[in-house]
């Protein structure tokens, strides 16, 4: 029998309605798989093995019973940003200490609604705030693929880097990802995996640790352009618990996978290139777009001209949302709490010891740009300049149905390489907090290796609401690009 670890969701599934293997199985498999790779990789931070195995078990029993959900049996790896009832869920954060919500979140509910086997809480940034999985206070990722025949530890990339490792190193059949900036689609990107950001208001934020809340969006990490299409259809859906969750019905991804992209009008912005951007990138994009015209797509140049803005936009109004947003641990509601001299000292020393570098500076840019003398010249203006970035891709998407760019400025880097640089680390998010900023589906998928042997991703942003040209247009290029590659798995 094939390796069971191997096989896509899609695949997973239909093996398991066949009868080929049951969920136990397959659920074992990734259970051994996780026990041999994780001392390497540290992909997950809390593997639930009991759980699992009885999940499993009475998955297949409901399966027999002929109760079988959309992903019945499909064992995954859970963002530890997600509450999960029962058990541990830190955003990788000391300030959580044990915290062990008594509640799901709305999509870890919905997935087990429709069959999913939990495998376990995947490693993160702390509070998803990092692009290389280096703020972790469980410590960082490391990236199952390596440059060359370097053993050189690579990022997997961040925040949802747990996420991207264990799907690209067979470590689960796909796995629930969180994106404010970027933080599906780059770490999808460095792993040669697939991850959707869907529109802001698809998946219900309930239950999912709050990090800058007018930017948080969930979606899945996956093998496939297919295999994403399902996840999230799971994943979505209105939730009267969230404010700001959508109402509108859920289309048919998977379908939308399958539909032709002939005659379709693709977006080309001038604006996504940087200095020092490699060469193998802007191939890279015009490959993608080479890809699109042989499928019988127009090619539209178009200009989002306020993308040079976007950046600096993204670090006022993710720290100011976030300064606010954690301004809840304090010691006294959740998780961790030190000792102080009197209760301002137990606050101050709860969340001086709580809190990791990268988070307390993000909490003092927050409160800095939102302190009375600077609100106007910074937060309000920020709030300015993103209407003036939504409006750029409303008016592009009045002449295109779909936009194709590169999803990030490099190749995955080496742990370490950008520690001491906050600045360079933010680059990373360059290509993909503009549909963050505007609220729009993203779907980052792997397109080729560079010179290196590492994957390259290309990204297909959509119009509000509209995931299914996204889904559409990446799985045509999924199948131009035929990108097989996997990393070798080293720590066997
Ligand atoms: N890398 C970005 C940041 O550090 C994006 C993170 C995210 O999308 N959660 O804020």
Known sequence: MTDLTSITLAEALDGLEKKQFS???????FLDAIAKANPHLNAYVLVTEERARAQAKASD???????????????????????????RSTACSAILGE???????TVTANLFRDGAIMLGKLNMDEFAMGSSNETSHFGPVVSPWRRGNEDAKLTPGGSSGGSAAA??????????????????RQPAAFTGTVGVKPTYGRCSRWGIVA??????QAGPIAKTVEDAAMLLHSMAGHDPKDSTSLPNPLPDFRAATRRSIKGMKIGVPEEYRVDG?????????????EWAK?????????SLKHTKYALPTYYIVAPAEASSNLARYDGMRYGARASGRDLVGVYEQTRAKGFGAEVQRRILIGTYVLSAGYYDAYYLRAQKVRQRIAEDFRQAFAKVDAILTPATPSAAFALGEKGDDPVAMYLNDIFTVTANLAGLPALALPAALDKQGLPLGLQVIGKALDEESVFAVSAELERAAQFRAKAAKWWL
Do not use: H, N
């Open 23 to 29: 969920s136990a199985e397959i659920t074992g498999a």
């Open 99 to 105: 915290f062990t919500p008594t509640y799901e979140s």
């Open 294 to 302: 042989a499928a019988g797509c127009e090619i539209v140049p178009i």
């Open 211 to 216: 990090f800058a809340s007018s930017l948080d």
């Open 61 to 87: 029993a409901r399966r027999a019973a002929g109760k079988a959900g959309p992903l019945e049996g499909a064992p995954l790896g859970i963002k530890d940003l997600f509450c999960t009832e029962g058990v």
């Open 277 to 289: 951007m490699p060469a193998e990138i802007e191939a890279l994009w015009r490959q993608g777009i």
């Open 167 to 184: 799907v690209s190193a067979d470590l689960c059949l796909g796995a629930t990802a969180t994106d404010t900036g970027g933080s599906i």
